[in-house]
């Protein structure tokens, strides 16, 4: 199971950390990614991580801004959003291994951005 | 990062076939045997539907289908039913720890 949290209102060029935590399985084994969505629209892909935090991803639109990040230890995994834009409001899933069979998703929580 | 190109609705009767496409790159879709195929009910999150362009994970009907040709996957459900009425996303890997998604086709059961 993937719970998020950590998703609010915030101001632009505010920052805000989300939360992902893990239960009934190994955080460890497994990629791990966050994907948005905005109201009514598609999925997107945000970032990944590999199993031990040496390997990163991001999308081109929050490179230089977001940071993914992970606790092993204690079966978490974050993103660290920084100048966050009215674009970036979005329901956040986070999700394990997106590409494989082991694929599982969180519920979401929503950021929104705005004044 | 440009998103996959996904028809923005397909539409069948109960019973029928539909088949929907996800066209990418030689960079993207046509590089790597790593797509997926995710559907998502309004308000629930992502469900994994297929991987590795084909495979369908433990619990997934096997009217659902995928396969890939160049830079285009495609995903196939046979046999219609009221609750594959969903929106559909594809996914592949693009490369240097990059992913990208379809922007989406929405399956309607008439």
């Known amino acids: 199971q993937l719970v998020e949290s950590g998703g609010s209102l915030v101001q632009p060029g505010g920052s805000l950390r989300l939360s992902c935590a893990a239960s009934?399985?190994?955080?460890?084994?497994?990629?791990m990614y966050w994907v948005r969505q905005a109201s009514g629209k598609g999925l997107v892909w945000v970032s990944r991580?590999?199993?031990?935090?040496?390997?990163?991803g991001y999308a081109d639109a929050v490179k230089g801004r977001f940071t993914i990040s992970r606790d092993n230890a204690n079966n978490m995994f974050y993103l660290q959003m920084n100048s966050l834009r009215a674009e970036d409001t979005a329901v956040y899933y986070c999700?394990?291994?997106?590409?494989?069979?082991?694929?599982?998703w969180g519920q979401g929580t929503l950021v929104t951005v705005s004044s | 990062q440009s998103a996959l190109t996904q028809p923005r609705s397909v539409s069948g009767s109960p019973g029928q076939s539909v088949t929907m496409s996800c066209t990418g790159s030689?960079?993207?879709?046509?590089?790597?045997?790593?797509g997926s195929w995710f559907q998502q009910h309004p308000g629930k999150a992502p469900k994994l539907m297929i991987y590795?362009?084909?495979k369908r994970p433990s619990g997934v009907p096997d009217r659902f289908s995928g396969s890939k040709s160049g830079n285009t996957a495609s995903l196939t459900i046979s046999g219609l039913q009221a609750e594959d009425e969903a929106d559909y996303y594809c996914?592949?890997?693009?490369?240097?720890?990059?992913?990208?998604f379809g922007g989406g086709t929405k399956v309607t059961v008439l």
């Open positions: 009934g399985f190994t955080l460890s084994s497994h990629w």
């Open positions: 590795d362009v084909s």
């Open positions: 030689s960079s993207d879709v046509g590089a790597y045997s790593s």
């Open positions: 996914c592949s890997y693009a490369g240097s720890e990059t992913l990208v």
């Open positions: 999700a394990r291994d997106i590409l494989s069979s082991s694929s599982a």
């Open positions: 991580i590999n199993s031990d935090g040496s390997r990163t």
